[in-house]
């Protein structure tokens, strides 16, 4: 489906490395020598080149030379900078995808003076092929452009288009910081069970398991939570116990303020590094 387009990766980072070593695994590319990296680093682009086949530069501008498809993985902190070397070297039929969190389309396309951007929020599951994410175009992304994007983004999972620009703020609060939410539940659990005399081992392998065939149960019956919840809550139960703990240390409004509190950080960010 992208044939023979080169992508030019400006970062090759955490994120980086897991969206190329996605790409290749699942033959989304099929040469890694279509897809160039850039990183100030040349130790990093020495293990990048050995470890995928890819081709690599310390030159943001070099990178971009002749490239379809451009992926900026750099950190916010860095992305002003970035944008003022890339500025009119994009070649400009090439479509810029970027996974920096906060940086909305309009500040990207005026950074880079390009018009083909899409947005997008992956969560860290990508790792795996089960991310989740978000993404947005803006108007000059051609239907070509979006199929690309679909296919890059569903090496990485599932992803879900909008139009919405603030949807992907909120799925920054939401699934990007989710997963940092649901691995400290993870770990609750764990800390209950050795707490109640199971081992580390046990209590772990009950947990993961516990929430995964909830996950699973939810998607295969598409039930309300409240309904399966109701299921497994006899009269005077010990779930029924467990649930009245629970609700009187406030767990919704904690989930809820948890996901408040990234929501605006996430906005507070996206406006502190555009304004730099
Ligand atoms: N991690 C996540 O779960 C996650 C989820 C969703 C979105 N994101 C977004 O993904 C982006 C990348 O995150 P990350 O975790 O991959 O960060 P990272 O590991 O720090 O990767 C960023 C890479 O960019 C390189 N870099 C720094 N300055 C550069 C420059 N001027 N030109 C080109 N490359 C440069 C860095 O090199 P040095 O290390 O040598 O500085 C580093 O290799 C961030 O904007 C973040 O918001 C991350």
């Known amino acids: 489906m992208l044939g023979d387009l080169q992508i ?34 040349s130790a990093r682009c020495l293990y990048l080149e050995k470890e995928y086949g890819v081709r690599t ?25 970035v944008m003022a070397m890339l500025r009119g070297k994009i070649p400009l039929d090439a479509l810029v995808i970027s996974i920096v969190a906060g940086a909305s389309i309009s500040s990207l396309s005026q950074g880079l003076n390009h018009s083909a951007i899409v947005r997008t929020m992956p ?13 947005s175009a803006s108007p000059s992304v051609t239907e070509i452009q979006r199929s690309h994007t679909q296919v890059i983004l569903q090496a990485l999972g599932k992803e879900i288009a909008t139009q919405n620009e603030y949807d992907l703020d909120m799925a920054t609060g939401l699934s990007s910081a989710g997963t940092g939410f649901v ?65 009187k240390g406030s767990m919704r409004t904690v989930i809820s303020n ?18 730099k």
């Not at 969560?123 to 993404?135: K, R």
């Not at 209590?203 to 516990?210: C, D, G, I, N």
């Open 8 to 41: 030019a990766f400006i970062g090759g980072g955490t994120m980086g490395e897991i969206i190329i070593s996605r790409l290749l695994s699942t033959k989304t590319v099929q040469k890694p020598d279509l897809i160039i990296v850039s990183n100030p680093l």
């Open 57 to 81: 530069t310390t030159c943001n501008i070099e990178a971009v030379l002749g490239t379809s498809i451009v992926i900026l993985a750099v950190k916010p902190q860095v992305l002003v900078v």
């Open 123 to 135: 969560n860290l599951a990508v790792q795996v092929g089960h991310g989740t994410t978000v993404w």
């Open 183 to 247: 691995f400290l539940f993870i770990e609750a659990m764990i800390d209950a069970g050795v707490q109640i005399g199971l081992t580390r081992t046990q209590a772990q392998e009950l947990t993961l398991h516990t929430i995964a065939g909830s996950v699973e149960l939810m998607f295969e019956t598409h039930e309300h939570p409240a309904v399966l919840r109701n299921k497994v809550t006899s009269p005077g139960g010990a779930t029924a116990a467990g649930l009245y703990e629970l609700e």
């Open 258 to 275: 948890a996901v408040l509190a990234a929501l605006s950080r996430t906005q507070q960010l996206g406006s502190i590094e555009m304004k």
